[in-house]
């Protein structure tokens, strides 16, 4: 990992200039995932099944789009203790999301006028999830369960199933999360389906779920037909440690981001050059006895960054220029320090909050901004599946209070029938009462 110190405002300046994480779509991506998706949009079905044929293997015709209940039941009843522990996951999932669900909400002014915002959740919800041998049922919950939450009547999902391959694990997921229909499809054709419909997948009106660069690319061009929840790039993880903290926990969690693929960031931020070099020790140790070693190995080299800075206020300055996706505050005082963090997807207190328990099983959602995009976009919540309304209701004393302002502004705007609609009114008010 390459160590850089930052101990004066100039390197604090220079960093927040250069930094750059933000994930680009080649362009080359763009053009395929186009075509993908324009054959879907014209061919239905028959697209669907050509792709399904290159890309995975898979003869449609012969398996059918869809998994019947019958596989879904099979998978279910076979794996009692997976069972378990996805339904204890499932409860503590939604217990946060129905704590974090928004409420409407109204007022009257001082006119005696009624103003709120009502909510409604969307009416069908796609969700994507990988399900051959790089399947994730954690994910299934995490995007199904506030969907369900938030009141969405319809959730369906596609799972690329390649060579006829799916995860027993995926299946249970999703029968416990309460997804209805699930189809063998992957890829760009899978959210382009979803995004406009077929003969068999239904058009949905929001689209969600971890996925490829194809999907994600995909995503980002379907957006507009359907809502997204997120372009997401590659895993993050930032660590700011004060050395309270044994090294080798500090390691282990870089690591489990590491691990995720090659192009994952693993950062440490410490006050401590000589924590660093512990860290640095531990991760060669560790690295060593990995299973999925060499692409935790090509993160770390490429994308593996430790910082030393002088205390942990300039830590603070350097995780919001970054604004990582999962944050841990190995520190020994982590709330007093949050108050100094903005930019983060999820924060994680403490010498025992690792970050993946959150990956599964705390409660909050793992479904996270990445590339830098925390200093502006949230975590997948309830909220990203209702739709805000506002509501207005006026009364005779509001429209003769407010109607003359607004008919100044819309004449001061040029737009003669937008005063035209209020004047017409007073207009009537002021006749009634002569």
């Known amino acids: 990992m390459k160590i850089l110190k930052l101990d004066k405002t100039e390197d604090l300046s220079f960093f927040r200039q250069n930094w750059q994480k933000r994930s680009v779509i080649p362009l080359d991506v763009v053009n395929k995932v186009l075509t993908i998706i324009e054959a879907v949009r014209k061919k239905g079905d028959e697209a669907l099944i050509e792709y399904t044929h290159q890309f995975d293997g898979l003869d449609l015709k012969k398996t059918g789009m869809e998994i019947d209940t019958a596989e879904i039941d099979k998978a279910y009843n076979e794996h009692k203790d997976l069972r378990q522990i996805l339904k204890i996951a499932a409860k503590r999932i939604e217990r946060y999301h129905q704590e974090a669900l928004p409420k409407h909400w109204f007022y009257t002014d001082e006119y005696g006028n009624l103003l709120g915002q009502r909510l409604t959740p969307v009416d069908r919800v796609g969700v994507y999830c990988p399900g051959g041998k790089a399947a994730y049922p954690s994910s299934v919950l995490m995007n199904v369960i506030p969907a369900r939450v938030a009141g969405v009547r319809e959730i369906i999902m596609c799972v690329p199933t390649p060579r006829g391959e799916i995860s027993p694990a995926v299946l249970v997921a999703a029968k416990i999360a309460g997804v209805k229909r699930i189809f063998r499809l992957g890829g760009a054709q899978a959210i382009a389906a979803m995004a406009y419909g077929t003969e068999n997948v239904p058009k949905v009106d929001f689209i969600c779920g971890p996925g490829n660069i194809y999907v994600?690319?995909?995503?980002?061009?379907?957006?507009?037909?359907?809502?997204?929840?997120?372009?997401?790039?590659?895993?993050?993880i930032a660590v700011v440690a004060d050395g309270s903290v044994p090294a080798k926990w500090c390691a282990a969690d870089l690591l489990s981001q590491a691990e995720h693929d090659e192009m994952a960031s693993p950062i440490l931020i410490t006050t401590s050059e000589a924590y660093a070099q512990e860290v640095e020790r531990e991760l060669e140790k560790q690295l060593s006895v990995l299973s999925r070693q060499k692409i935790a190995g090509v993160s770390l080299e490429k994308q593996g960054h430790i910082f030393v800075v002088p205390d942990l206020k300039i830590a603070a300055a350097v995780v919001n220029i970054?604004?990582?996706?999962?944050?841990?505050?190995?520190?020994?005082?982590?709330?007093?320090?949050l108050t100094e963090i903005r930019h983060a997807g999820a924060i994680f207190l403490g010498r025992y909050a690792a970050e993946p328990i959150g990956d599964y099983i705390a409660g909050p959602n793992h479904t996270l901004p990445t590339s830098g995009t925390?200093?502006?976009?949230?975590?997948?919540?309830t909220e990203t599946f209702l739709k805000r309304t506002s509501i207005l209701f006026i009364t005779q004393n509001g429209l003769q209070a407010l109607?003359?302002?607004?008919?100044?502004?819309?004449?001061i705007e040029g737009l003669t029938a937008h005063a035209a609609s209020v004047a017409k009114r007073l207009e009537t008010l002021k006749n009634k009462r002569g």
């Open 216 to 236: 994600a690319a995909a995503k980002k061009l379907v957006f507009g037909e359907v809502g997204i929840d997120m372009v997401a790039g590659p895993s993050e």
């Open 403 to 411: 109607g003359p302002k607004a008919i100044q502004l819309a004449q």
């Open 374 to 381: 925390a200093r502006f976009s949230s975590v997948l919540s």
């Open 322 to 337: 970054i604004a990582p996706e999962h944050l841990e505050l190995l520190v020994e005082n982590p709330f007093s320090l």
